[in-house]
T-cell receptor
Framework: SQTIHQWPATLVQPVGSPLSLECTVEGTSNPNLYWYRQAAGRGLQLLFYSVGIGQISSEVPQNLSASRPQDRQFILSSKKLLLSDSGFYLC?????????????FGDGTRLSIL | AQSVTQPDIHITVSEGASLELRCNYSYGATPYLFWYVQSPGQGLQLLLKYFSGDTLVQGIKGFEAEFKRSQSSFNLRKPSVHWSDAAEYFCAVGAYSSASKIIFGSGTRLSIRP
């Protein structure tokens, strides 16, 4: 069966520090991968999605970036975190046909910026 | 581009009462529609989905939703809620023309009155 792993579960970082959140999927190949951010009490904001290795689409201009070095690995990064980067970050995957398939979510990373 | 509106930010119902959560979408063709549930601090779990065919779809945990093209709606219902249904509920829409993106509504928080 397919599983998705996201880590770390919680992270506290100072303003200006770098960030790396990792997401991996097991049990499937060529998934579509997604990064969302959920601010407190708000909905999900799509940050990035990827349909293949090295293919990244950015939805919102910001100081975050994403990379997909392997088929089932998706990384969210920042060189210098801002206070506004605080939130709950969720990784998700679907099968290759994308929007017709339900998304499967990881358990999320709670990021707090001090 | 597709969009989703969940007009109710927070709803409180009594345990055992019926529930209806509203969702309106905007898309020119037949959309792919989803309802997800999120417990605090966790990822999202798929409740049900609609692609085509019967406009009344059944999901997990006793939930159902009805697709009404004329009203551009996909409301979620449950005949009798349980205290464990307290959570955040998200409606989402995917579009055939956008092979990879799914857009989420801002969510409705459901509280259960004992």
């Amino acid at each position: 069966s397919q599983t998705i792993h996201q880590w770390p579960a919680t992270l506290v970082q100072p303003v200006g520090s770098p960030l790396s959140l990792e997401c991996t999927v097991e049990g499937t190949s060529n998934p579509n991968l997604y990064w969302y951010r959920q601010a407190a009490g708000r909905g999900l904001q799509l940050l990035f999605y990827s349909v293949g290795i090295g293919q990244i689409s950015s939805e919102v201009p910001q100081n975050l970036s994403a990379s997909r070095p392997q088929d089932r690995q998706f990384i969210l990064s920042s060189k210098k975190l801002l206070l506004s980067d605080s939130g709950f970050y969720l990784c998700a995957w679907t099968g290759p046909t994308g929007a017709k398939q339900p998304q499967h979510f990881g358990d999320g990373t709670r990021l707090s910026i001090l | 581009a597709q969009s989703v509106t969940q007009p109710d930010i927070h709803i409180t119902v009594s345990e055992g009462a019926s529930l209806e959560l509203r969702c309106n979408y905007s898309y020119g063709a037949t959309p792919y529609l989803f309802w997800y549930v999120q417990s605090p601090g966790q990822g999202l779990q798929l409740l049900l989905k609609y692609f085509s065919g019967d406009t009344l779809v059944q999901g997990i945990k006793g939930f159902e939703a009805e697709f009404k093209r004329s009203q551009s709606s996909f409301n979620l219902r449950k005949p009798s809620v349980h205290w464990s249904d307290a959570a955040e509920y998200f409606c989402a829409v995917g579009a055939y023309s956008s092979a990879s993106k799914i857009i989420f509504g801002s969510g409705t928080r459901l509280s259960i009155r004992p």
